[in-house]
């Protein structure tokens, strides 16, 4: 008489309790040859069971685990810091946010991807310093892979290139290895070090590299982190990248931080979620009203800087 099958089935699971895929399948495929020869019937389910668990290990088994670097997105905007090694982003995240990264001036002084929020103009822009990208990143050297995912998850880009010697070859290898993860996305450029930068024709090259490779149109800046040179400038980028906009509701308030784009009605939505229902129309001041105090209605565009009184 064969062992009957529910009483086989539980002996397989047992046998089966903390092994690997790979000693799964040979478990499993053992426990086929055991089978009786029914086709049918509560054997024949047994043996399709034995079978799509063979299936499910052997995948298991044959995916090769890659590194992955998820970076939990924080404040408005998350902007990924991308250069190749020794281009001065832990100095970026350093200058601008005050977090006490490792900086120094040998390759690979980040392994990791370091995030810090900045807060820029009352908005808080989550920058993360992504490590530094080597020549053959899409193929993954250098856990390049993982790299480039942590870059397809930021919402925005600022690349960073160290002015110098080699400056035009650097972007080239940095565009090349990265702009697939980087299509579609909002892009800026920090040229880094400027203070150590070395002739005018360098920096010419750098210029002529940037229009070579598309990038002539996307906004840029010379930056020093020792003498502070270009920090306004950086400023403005990175508040481009973010994409929001200031809105107050009262003279000396705290803005109200809101994606471009939005209307009075978001406006009154981030207040209170009881208000939106309530709005009756708006007095605004700003840049979006043709005079000082324009009545508006609830879709009304708003923009930067707006002063707005809501009705209800």
């Not at 054997?43 to 995916?63: A, F, H, T």
């Not at 946010?97 to 989550?126: E, H, N």
């Not at 160290?162 to 450029?189: H, M, V, Y």
């Amino acid at each position: 008489m064969p062992v009957p099958h529910d009483v086989m089935r539980r002996k397989i699971k047992e046998r089966l309790v903390g092994k690997e895929p790979r000693e799964r399948v040979r478990i499993l495929r053992a426990a086929l040859g055991e089978l009786p020869g029914y086709f049918q019937g509560p054997y024949g389910e047994l043996r399709k069971w034995i079978v799509e668990e063979m299936e499910r290990n052997s995948v298991r088994d044959s995916v090769r685990h890659m590194d992955t670097f998820a970076v939990r997105k924080e404040g408005c905007c998350q902007v990924a810091v991308v250069g190749l090694p020794n281009a001065g982003k832990s100095s970026i995240l350093k200058w601008l946010t005050g977090r006490q990264v490792v900086v120094g001036d040998y390759a690979f002084t980040t392994l990791k991807p370091v995030s810090s929020i900045y807060i820029l103009r009352g908005a808080q822009v989550q920058l993360v310093e992504v490590p530094g990208m080597i020549e053959g990143a899409r193929e993954g050297r250098g856990r390049g892979r993982a790299l480039l995912s942590c870059m397809r998850n930021a919402d925005a880009v600022l690349l960073a290139a160290a002015l110098g010697p080699g400056a035009a070859r650097a972007l080239s290898t940095l565009w090349n290895e990265c702009r697939e993860a980087l299509a579609g996305k909002d892009l800026g450029i920090a040229l880094t070090k400027c203070d150590l930068a070395g002739s005018v024709d360098e920096e010419m090259a750098v210029g002529q590299a940037l229009d070579d490779l598309g990038l002539g149109d996307f906004p840029r800046t010379r930056i020093s982190v020792v003498s502070g040179e270009g920090r306004e400038d950086l400023d403005e980028i990175l508040w481009r990248l973010a994409r929001v906009i200031r809105v107050y509701c009262k003279e000396s308030g705290e803005p109200f931080i809101l994606p471009a784009g939005s209307t009075v009605r978001d406006l009154a939505r981030t207040i209170h979620h009881d208000l939106e229902a309530t709005i009756t129309n708006a007095k605004v001041t700003g840049p979006s009203a043709r005079f000082a105090g324009q009545s508006v209605g609830s879709d009304h565009v708003l923009r930067d800087t707006d002063k707005v009184e809501i009705k209800t």
